[in-house]
């Protein structure tokens, strides 16, 4: 069935170093993947997408790279800070559905 | 322009009751996706509308069901409520059409207890 695998779960890192996630789907027909950053309490909200037309996308210190062949893709943040500590989900979306397979999440904690 | 709202923000039920759960999406929206996200999990998808009918549905049991109304508005419903139901119940909307490619807005979500 459709799944998405997310590594690792927790991520420490010193303020000003690279911090990277990655994530697996198994649907090959998934076609848009977005990640979401989660404070405590607060809603999902989306820092970055990638589809699977592209191989790679970057916003200021956020990057998402996508390899459709060994159906993988990746969160990259460079120069972190401490407000970049949260939890970031990746998802997939498969072609005509709204369906958002998530991740399990991964906990940034950004040590100043 | 007012995002995704949700209503209630928390919510205390007990084993066996029935609960409604309320959603009124961003403004030009028309899809509504409804997720149950587990303390320490990713949300995980319970099922979409559009056009006032359930497109898709995850695996969720039957005591699981919605609607969508005219204004595109969208309820949640789940009766025989049990423990295990307890979680975030986050709502997202989408535009027209709701297809792939379309960023999910979510709403701050409703806290469900069941004790």
């Known amino acids: 069935g459709e799944n998405v695998e997310q590594h690792p779960s927790t991520l420490s890192v010193q303020e000003g170093d690279s911090a990277v996630i990655k994530c697996t789907y198994s649907?090959?027909?998934?076609?848009?993947f977005p990640w979401y950053k989660q404070e405590l309490g607060k809603r999902p909200q989306l820092i970055i997408d990638?589809?699977?037309?592209?191989g790679e996308k970057k916003d200021q210190r956020i990057a998402v790279t996508l390899n459709k062949t060994a159906k993988h893709f990746s969160l990259h943040i460079t120069e972190t800070q401490p407000e970049d500590s949260a939890v970031y989900f990746c998802?997939?979306?498969?072609?005509?559905?709204?369906?958002?397979?998530f991740g399990q999440g991964t906990t940034l904690q950004v040590k100043p | 322009d007012a995002g995704v709202t949700q209503s209630p923000t928390h919510l205390i039920k007990t084993r066996g009751q029935q609960v409604t759960l309320r959603c009124s999406p961003k403004?030009?929206?028309?899809?509504v996706s409804w997720y149950q996200q587990a303390l320490g999990q990713g949300p995980q998808f319970i099922f979409q509308y559009y056009e006032e009918e359930e497109r898709q549905r995850g695996n969720f049991p039957d005591r699981f069901s919605g609607h969508q109304f005219p204004n595109y508005s969208s309820e949640l419903n789940v009766n025989a409520l049990l423990l295990g139901d307890s979680a975030l119940y986050l709502c997202?909307?989408?535009?027209?059409?709701?297809?792939?490619?379309?960023?999910?807005?979510f709403g701050p979500g409703t806290r469900l207890t069941v004790l």
């Open positions: 403004s030009g929206h028309d899809t």
């Open positions: 997202a909307s989408s535009l027209p059409g709701g297809g792939s490619y379309n960023e999910q807005f």
């Open positions: 990638i589809r699977s037309n592209v």
């Open positions: 649907d090959s027909a998934s076609n848009y």
């Open positions: 998802a997939g979306q498969g072609s005509n559905t709204g369906k958002l397979i």
